[in-house]
């Protein structure tokens, strides 16, 4: 993919459906009794590795990708089947981790695995809370990493109170969907509050959950019902645009119904610090996740700190809050953000390495980085290391950098966002 500098970017966009959303949808409608039908689903890679997932343990799922729409015929909670072969993730981190926790309260055994990316991500952050739940789970190469077997268990799981060492909406997911097999209360208490689309959708499903400050606790259930479930646009894949809009002289952008669940609009709350010119426009809820209109337009941005309590809600969008901080006048200290390191590549290091290349004064910390705004971009040759957020970032970057810049591995992007470079295209002028 090779990218040259846009004079500027004008017009109306509408984003993929949301990852975290679409995930859920068809991992809860297939625990669910009855027809769940999911429209504006995201077709990215990941996503359909879910799909592929639920259909090897026997689940009827319809997929018409021409319109989004995604119709999944539930069997209930015990009524997922023992798949024939190793159930593989691909590249997706959600599937491998919830998924883990729903099948640690089936009756049958099961191996997962993923690609080389998933093969080295962590998994002792959700192994060790469903062993303490009596699930009989394991590495099987011994590195807490997948692949994994989990036994079936024999009885009902324990319902536990577990305090997470990480704000990881994946390893609360897990957690709480065991719960739903359990004997009790299960709750899980964070150390900052992570995205929250677990809990509201199972609510909605009618789950017996509640949440209180950074604490969720489920009951066990006997049953979830069906229901229809419109996915919002992502905010992450939002982002782009966002910055993109933000950083690029003469820029205007409406990005339309997107997600901003305050639990993932620490992007919205840092572009305002920058002093970003951005409106949110036309708020309204479906589904209990709140969608809205954003209008950007370029102006000056000045650097800021991103960390505590808001990484959370922004984890995914700190590769492109990087890229924003080099346009911006002064020092931007990203920190507290160690878990880049453990994406589907250290994006602490992949992102310094790359943005020192385009010319960008950055250094790299054990939780983040630092980087020196203010001063122009040059294109180069970027290696996104297989990593979509990477390779999207650097997408954006290169539209605003002087001369020629090349992404290496730039198809990655369509484990997320299929599409991504030709809407980006769609929007520049002249």
């Known amino acids: 993919m090779i990218?040259?500098?846009?004079?500027?970017?004008?017009?109306?966009?509408?984003?993929?459906?949301?990852?975290?959303?679409?995930?859920?949808?068809?991992?809860?409608?297939?625990?669910?009794?009855?027809?769940?039908?999911?429209?504006?689903?995201?077709?990215?890679?990941?996503?359909?590795?879910?799909?592929?997932?639920?259909?090897?343990?026997?689940?009827?799922?319809?997929?018409?990708?021409?319109?989004?729409?995604?119709?999944?015929?539930?069997?209930?909670?015990?009524?997922?089947?023992?798949?024939?072969?190793?159930?593989?993730?691909?590249?997706?981190?959600?599937?491998l981790r919830l998924m883990s926790g729903i099948l640690c309260g089936q009756t049958f055994s099961t191996r997962i695995t993923g690609d080389d990316s998933i093969k080295k991500r962590p998994m002792n952050?959700?192994?060790?809370?469903?062993?303490?739940?009596?699930?009989?789970?394991?590495?099987?190469?011994?590195?807490?990493?997948?692949?994994?077997l989990i036994q079936g268990r024999k009885g009902a799981l324990n319902g536990i109170s577990y305090q997470s060492p990480v704000a990881s909406a994946q390893v609360k997911s897990a957690v709480l969907l065991a719960g739903l097999y359990g004997n009790g209360p299960t709750s899980v208490t964070e150390p900052y509050l992570s995205r929250n689309h677990t809990e509201l959708m199972l609510k909605m499903l009618g789950a017996d959950i509640e949440i209180k400050d950074t604490t969720a606790t489920v009951n066990p259930a006997p049953k979830l019902h069906a229901e229809k479930i419109t996915v919002p646009g992502d905010i992450s894949s939002a982002a782009y645009f966002i910055a993109a809009g933000l950083i690029i002289p003469g820029s205007e952008i409406l990005i339309k119904n997107v997600?901003?669940?305050?639990?993932?609009?620490?992007?919205?709350?840092?572009?305002?610090?920058m002093g970003a010119d951005i409106k949110i426009e036309n708020v309204r809820n479906t589904d209990s996740e709140a969608t809205a209109d954003i209008y950007v337009r370029y102006g000056e941005l000045k650097g800021t700190e991103i960390g505590g309590a808001i990484i959370p809600a922004l984890i995914d969008e700190l590769p492109v809050l990087a890229v924003m901080a080099c346009f911006a006048k002064g020092k931007t200290?990203?920190?507290?953000?160690?878990?880049?390191?453990?994406?589907?590549?250290?994006?602490?290091?992949?992102?310094?390495?790359?943005?020192?290349?385009?010319?960008?004064?950055?250094?790299?910390?054990?939780?983040?980085?630092?980087?020196?705004?203010?001063?122009p971009l040059k294109g180069g040759v970027i290696d996104s290391n297989l990593d979509h957020r990477i390779a999207m970032s650097f997408a954006v970057a290169a539209l605003a950098a002087e001369g020629e810049t090349e992404i290496l591995g730039a198809e990655c992007a369509d484990i997320s966002y299929p599409g991504v470079y030709s809407d980006l295209k769609g929007l520049i002028q002249g």
């Open 3 to 95: 990218l040259q500098k846009a004079k500027a970017l004008k017009g109306e966009i509408t984003v993929p459906g949301d990852k975290s959303i679409s995930h859920r949808a068809v991992m809860f409608g297939a625990l669910a009794e009855g027809t769940t039908e999911i429209t504006h689903f995201l077709q990215g890679a990941d996503c359909l590795s879910t799909i592929r997932c639920f259909r090897s343990m026997g689940i009827d799922i319809e997929n018409i990708p021409e319109h989004n729409r995604v119709t999944v015929r539930g069997r209930g909670l015990d009524g997922l089947k023992q798949p024939v072969d190793i159930l593989d993730v691909g590249n997706s981190g959600t599937t």
């Open 125 to 148: 952050r959700v192994i060790t809370p469903l062993a303490r739940m009596g699930a009989d789970i394991e590495s099987m190469e011994g590195n807490g990493c997948a692949p994994l």
């Open 259 to 273: 997600g901003i669940n305050p639990t993932r609009d620490g992007i919205l709350k840092i572009c305002r610090r």
């Open 333 to 375: 200290v990203i920190k507290d953000a160690a878990e880049l390191r453990v994406k589907e590549s250290d994006r602490i290091a992949v992102m310094v390495r790359n943005l020192s290349r385009m010319g960008v004064k950055v250094t790299a910390t054990e939780d983040g980085m630092i980087i020196e705004g203010g001063n």
